[in-house]
């Protein structure tokens, strides 16, 4: 089990910056690939960004691709999101999430991730 809490979300203006933090408790996420997904108010969960176990391989929705950046320290048991040059598009509660390693399912998809944290809220005004 997996738990996990994110931090650091707020309210920002157009092309301000936001770095969000997702501690992790119960085991190491060093055995798991991390995603940031995001929600809007009346939309779709969507995928933000993912990166696996030792950083060899990250992907970015292309909304985000050369705004934002994932990372994480394994030592930390934490995964990071910088968020720069944010756009009033970019509002939404903001999940950090570990990825299930059995999954079938294409990494950008909600479903295929188990452990998820409650989420933190970003909101950028215009």
């Known amino acids: 089990q997996v738990q996990l809490e994110e931090s650091g979300g707020g309210l920002v203006q157009a092309g301000g910056s936001l770095r969000l933090s997702c501690a992790a408790s119960g085991r190491t996420i060093s055995s798991y690939t991390m995603g940031w997904f995001r929600q809007a108010p009346g939309k779709e969960r969507e995928f933000v960004a993912r990166?696996?176990?030792?950083?060899?391989?990250?992907d970015y929705a292309e909304s985000v691709k050369g705004r934002f950046t994932i990372s994480r320290d394994n030592a930390k048991n934490t995964v990071y999101l910088q968020m720069n040059s944010l756009k009033p598009e970019d509002t939404a509660a903001y999940y950090c999430a570990a990825r299930d390693p059995t999954s079938g399912s294409p990494w950008l998809q909600s479903r295929g991730y188990k452990y998820w944290g409650q989420g933190t809220q970003v909101t950028v005004s215009s």
């Open positions: 990166i696996t176990r030792y950083s060899l391989t990250i």
